[in-house]
């Protein structure tokens, strides 16, 4: 988990923070980062706990959870991987100089289908069921690595720990300020939208180990790894100012996210082990990165595109579709944009690291931070707002990177707690719309009771019963279980759904969810009509026409919520509509029915009767 978490944004930009801020810029990115990690462990125990005891629960409720975010999931991971392969080439393979100049730009190019080749390879090699043998090969490789750089070096006795850098001024851009929010943002909030973190967890879930044991070790050695890159980047600082390489980019900002590259090629003899072992380092952290991710894309786009019902992708053959080489091959294209378009121009960097990072300050933050309140707040399974979603995003990205172009710490706070203020926003009225509309129907239905209790006390010269005792009397404890019960217009019913609902297949057998309607239907008649009596009743009730549109599946034990109200009518027939709601309040369906009303005695069809008028009216 710490190697796959150690990208291309967590490995170079320490040595950015640290040359810009020194160790308290270190530890501003560092320990967010970590924690996020972690805490994603924690957090996605809970949730695992919720929805079940089984092996499959958490696999199970990643199905539903996700469908609503696969877009963003996959951006995610493209954007993560393409960011990984453009900082191991621009701050490894272009400071080395291994090709003469005007090779340069083929030279990139192939180093970068090895890289990804290399992610390739391994990813198909183990697996999720054995890529933690391969890591913890890899792991081993990389604590080697690092204990040359310390004791080789002399770094580990150095003491060159600066709080403050001396290059700050140098610097030039965003102050630590700036940097801080958008960092406690966006690495808190970041795991919950990368494909290969889900994914180990269902897997550890899955092996019954502890998901929440295994994230917080993890997130602990990932914090030390952090702290170890930063560290050599402040025993390069400490050699002087002549060791530290800079460079400006066209934003005007100076960059030194290789510098310990340069210092290791500059400074030591060929053969020697040290600049070897750093190189190794980097491309360990990398590789570790690409291998997860096409692990994770091709869990994820096989998953995805087996459940798929779309027309023009089955016109695509499905192993094309479900393959991660198109992905790794878009990420490709992503890089060589970016290192090429840097080659080409030659003055001065075009595109850096930080242009990649604010995706991750601003755009995903509103997509990851609606994601972890549908895990944990029940009032938040509204259907996805896609398009407000989006807009808000793409807004508080574009004020972000103004804001960081301009070096104004106000609009770089805004671009990233905007999206998190809109999710909130989002999450809060939901609950609201829910309480008031609770409220209503609570005052409706005792309203309704007492009504018919006092028509009903007229007729037999009795006195009627005050609304409370009406109330207490027509209301059951429990309306869920018993009878169903109103909410403002519609009648909710809701069920459990078990194995004699379902097919073969295992989800809820499609004609079930006619006899959910119906069901929900009779027993809303039963509280519209308490009167009605089968053998005395002048007319009965058909059905005319019936339909239903299905939205998503839902399986056993999920709990099943029927609403219907009436919809419209005229003077022969009623329009009934429904809707059906899963577990997480998610829409699985909805549709209507038409009613006609016919004579007990002949069956001849009947205006409405006004028996019906007054049942249905209270609940048109």
Not at 132 to 153: E, P, R, S
Not at 302 to 327: H, Y
Request: with cysteine; net charge positive.
């Amino acid at each position: 988990m710490a190697l796959s978490w150690m990208w291309g944004l967590g490995l170079f930009f320490s040595v950015q923070m640290t040359f810009m801020f020194g160790l308290q810029g270190l530890l501003t990115f560092a320990v967010p980062n970590a924690v996020g990690l972690a805490l994603f462990g924690v957090l996605t125990q809970i949730v695992a706990k919720r929805h079940g005891r089984g092996p499959e629960s958490l696999a199970d409720f990643f199905d539903k959870f996700s469908r609503p975010f696969r877009l963003a999931f996959y951006l995610y991971q493209i954007i993560a991987l393409s960011l990984t392969v453009f900082a191991l080439a621009s701050y490894l393979f272009v400071p080395l100089n291994l090709a003469p100049g005007p090779l340069v730009g083929m030279f990139l190019c192939l180093v970068v289908f090895v890289v990804l080749a290399a992610g390739c390879l391994f990813g198909e090699e183990f697996g999720i069921g054995k890529i933690k043998y391969g890591h913890a090969m890899a792991g081993f490789g990389l604590l080697v690595c690092i204990g040359i750089l310390l004791f080789g070096t002399g770094a580990a006795t150095s003491g060159s720990v600066q709080w403050k850098s001396p290059y700050t001024p140098v610097w030039g851009g965003p102050s630590l300020l700036g940097y801080t929010i958008p960092l406690l943002v966006g690495l808190l909030v970041g795991p919950w939208l990368d494909l290969q973190h889900w994914q180990r967890a269902i897997q550890i879930h899955r092996e019954k180990t502890s998901v929440s044991g295994s994230y917080i070790i993890g997130g602990v050695i990932f914090f030390l790894l952090l702290l170890f890159h930063g560290f050599m980047a402040m025993w390069v600082m400490g050699k002087g100012a002549e060791a530290v390489a800079m460079m400006k980019a066209v934003d005007g900002f100076t960059y030194a996210h290789d510098l310990v590259t340069r210092y290791m090629q500059s400074r030591f003899a060929d053969g020697s082990v040290i600049p070897v072992a750093y190189f190794s380092f980097l491309i360990i952290c990398a590789v570790t990165t690409l291998d997860s991710g096409y692990v994770a894309l091709k869990w994820f786009l096989g998953r995805n595109v087996e459940k798929s019902q779309n027309v023009l992708l089955s016109m695509v053959p499905k192993q094309f579709i479900a393959s991660p080489i198109p992905s790794f091959l878009l990420v490709a294209f992503i890089t060589l944009s970016g290192i090429l378009a840097n080659w080409l121009y030659g003055k001065a960097d075009l595109v850096k690291l930080e242009y990649f990072m604010v995706f991750y300050a601003s755009f995903f933050v509103g997509y990851a931070s609606l994601a972890i309140a549908r895990c944990f707040v029940p009032n938040s399974q509204q259907p996805l707002p896609q398009i407000r979603m989006f807009s808000m995003a793409s807004m508080s990205m574009v004020i972000f990177a103004f804001g960081y172009f301009k070096a104004e710490t106000s609009l770089l706070i805004l671009g990233s707690v905007l999206p998190l203020a809109y999710v909130i926003w989002l999450v809060v009225n939901t609950d609201l719309l829910r309480v008031v509309t609770e409220k209503a129907g609570e005052v409706m239905e005792k309203a309704s009771t007492s009504d018919v209790a006092a028509i009903k006390a007229i007729a037999k010269t009795v006195a009627p019963a005050s609304p409370a005792a009406a109330s207490a009397v027509v209301q059951p404890a429990d309306a869920h279980a018993l009878g169903g019960h109103f909410e403002g217009k519609w009648f909710v019913y809701s069920m459990i759904a078990t194995y004699a609902d379902t097919n073969s297949v295992g989800n809820v057998y499609f004609g079930m969810y006619g006899m959910y309607v119906g069901k929900t239907r009779e027993l809303f008649f039963a509280k519209a009509m308490p009167d009605f009596d089968l053998k005395t009743t002048k007319f009965f009730i058909l059905t005319r026409s019936f339909e239903h549109k299905f939205v998503r599946e839902a399986r056993e034990f999920d709990t099943i919520t029927v609403k219907i109200r009436v919809a419209d009518f005229n003077r022969k027939f009623c329009t009934l509509e429904h809707q059906i709601f899963g577990s997480e309040n998610q829409l699985l369906g909805k549709g209507q029915q038409s009613l006609l009303f016919v004579s007990s005695k002949d069956y001849s069809l009947l205006d409405i009767p006004p028996e019906m008028h007054k049942a249905f009216l209270p609940y048109l």
